[in-house]
């Protein structure tokens, strides 16, 4: 079972969008309605934005969203400020002898 | 608030064994599945091992497949990770994490992360 793919980086300037993909298989991301999105800052651990594909936890602004077409999950950041300066991470069940599969990761810069 | 603090890293020889414990508080443990994650240094996460509830089912990556023994104690809200036979390759930052479910299944996300703890494998 491979990562999932995700490109290595993204930017964008205070108040603009960006959106990353999270691109699996039909054993993955797009045969189930259970991607999740982790934001992580350097040094500290991971932190659960999106999950369950379009589902914010409880405190996550909701200028996170995400959405799935097919095999390809996506997660858009809008309206981007400082502190969004991040590592994301996708992940996914993965029916297959792994049964959790994450993406490569993508650096967003705020510009 | 949940809080799971992990402990037990550190610098191990290649084939030798580090076990490696995480403590959760702020929720009911022995109601949530819990996994071990972990982070090559500048790399991405790589999911390693998952155990229910009730530590009925456990799960392994294909990476840690007989060398590697997930386990928890519910009495002392404990999580474990028994790691054997060391390589080089499976040094990382080890985090705990809780899932938002009982059983380890394809609806489970993870939805909480420990501070982690550094396993070095090197001579």
């Known amino acids: 079972q491979s990562a999932l793919t995700q490109p290595p980086s993204a930017s964008g300037s205070p108040g603009q969008s960006v959106t990353i993909s999270c691109t699996g298989t039909?054993?993955?991301?797009?045969?189930?309605?259970?991607v999740s999105w982790y934001q992580q800052h350097p040094g500290k651990a991971p932190k659960l934005i999106i999950y369950?594909?379009?589902k914010r936890p409880s405190g996550v602004p909701d200028r996170f969203s995400g959405s799935k077409s097919g095999n390809t999950a996506s997660l858009t950041v809008s309206g981007l400020q400082a502190e969004d300066e991040a590592d994301y991470y996708c992940s996914s069940y993965a029916r297959s002898n792994i049964f959790y599969v994450f993406g490569t990761g993508t650096k967003v810069t705020v510009l | 608030e949940v809080q799971l603090v992990e402990s037990g890293g550190g610098l191990v020889q290649p084939g030798g064994s580090l076990r490696l414990s995480c403590v959760g508080s702020g929720f009911d443990f022995d109601n949530f599945a819990m996994t071990w994650v972990r982070q090559a240094p500048g790399k991405g996460l790589e999911w390693v091992s998952g155990?229910?509830?009730?530590?009925?089912?456990?799960y392994y990556a294909d990476s840690v497949k007989g060398r590697f023994i997930i386990s928890r104690d519910n009495s002392k809200n404990t999580l474990y990770l028994e790691m054997n036979s060391l390589r080089a390759e499976d040094t990382a930052v080890y985090y705990c994490?809780?899932?938002?479910?009982?059983?380890?299944?394809?609806?489970?996300?993870?939805?909480?992360w420990g501070q982690g703890t550094l396993v070095t494998v090197s001579s």
């Open positions: 994490a809780k899932m938002d479910t009982v059983a380890v299944v394809v609806t489970s996300t993870v939805d909480s």
């Open positions: 155990i229910s509830a009730t530590a009925v089912s456990t």
């Open positions: 039909n054993s993955d991301v797009g045969g189930y309605n259970y």
């Open positions: 369950e594909v379009t």
